[in-house]
């Protein structure tokens, strides 16, 4: 099955920018629709973005809508988040996620998940 690994995390001071990246191992990586997820201290995991096979589909959550965005290279194995005028409240472990079948809003039924990688922004 898919392996994955972020990267591109950091320290980041409230209104700057960061790219997250997440490269998967294998073959399949363009069977799967991915993910980036985040988990803030004492919170749950909540969904942030998607995007499907093609990349020509994209899903954010409303607290990252019009700040982020979503993309992959899939001849690079890699998908990407782009986030800009960043707020102490992104801070989080953000997680990249592989479904095979669909877009997931939730973490149940994920196929393969990354370790997470942190992201703080400084006020």
């Known amino acids: 099955q898919v392996q994955l690994v972020e990267s591109g995390g950091g320290l980041v001071q409230a209104g700057g920018s960061l790219r997250l990246s997440c490269v998967a191992s294998g073959r399949t990586f363009s069977s799967y629709y991915m993910h980036w997820f985040r988990q803030a201290p004492g919170k749950e995991r909540d969904f942030v973005a998607a995007?499907?096979?093609?990349?020509?589909?994209?899903y954010y959550s409303d607290s990252v809508k019009g700040r982020s965005t979503i993309s992959r290279d899939n001849d690079k194995n890699t998908v990407y988040l782009q986030m800009n005028s960043l707020k102490p409240e992104d801070t989080a472990v953000y997680y990249c996620?592989?479904?095979?079948?669909?877009?997931?809003?939730?973490?149940?039924?994920?196929?393969?998940w990354g370790k997470g990688i942190l992201v703080t922004v400084s006020s």
């Open positions: 996620g592989a479904n095979g079948r669909g877009i997931a809003r939730t973490t149940t039924g994920m196929d393969a």
């Open positions: 995007i499907s096979r093609g990349g020509g589909g994209t």
